[in-house]
Nanobody, 118 residues
Framework: VQLVESGGGLVQPGGSLRLSCAASGFTFSRYDMRWYRQTPGKERELVARISSSSGNINYADSVKGRFIISRDNGQKSLYLQMNSLKPEDTAVYYC????????????WGQGTQVTVSS
């Protein structure tokens, strides 16, 4: 099983980035997918989640209206379009796959750094 994030980097406040997560080794289309982020000394925070069929999407209040989560089940990929970025969005962003059935597996990527700074 692999989840590989990409697309992180340094961006100025107000800018945009698009994160991608490439999945392999499991049936991607059956899993709910999530983006989390974490900064040093803080707990990992749920940023956005999307159900297996993209029918249910939720965002943290801190990113609502600025971030868009999407997925392509055919390409086994998850995306996070981040607009109007703020310095407080600086964090390591992680891709997560969560089985929607009781006792199911939970997979994590290695993370990608996003830094918002002038």
């Amino acid at each position: 099983v692999q989840l590989v994030e990409s697309g992180g980097g340094l961006v100025q406040p107000g800018g945009s980035l698009r994160l991608s997560c490439a999945a392999s080794g499991f049936t991607f289309s059956r899993y709910d997918m999530r983006w989390y982020r974490q900064t040093p000394g803080k707990e990992r925070e749920l940023v956005a989640r999307i159900s297996s069929s993209s029918g249910n999407i939720n965002y943290a209040d801190s990113v609502k209206g600025r971030f868009i989560i999407s997925r392509d089940n055919g390409q086994k990929s998850l995306y996070l379009q981040m607009n109007s970025l703020k310095p407080e969005d600086t964090a390591v962003y992680y891709c997560n796959a969560a089985a929607p059935w009781w006792g199911g597996e939970n997979y994590w990527g290695q993370g990608t750094q996003v830094t918002v700074s002038s």
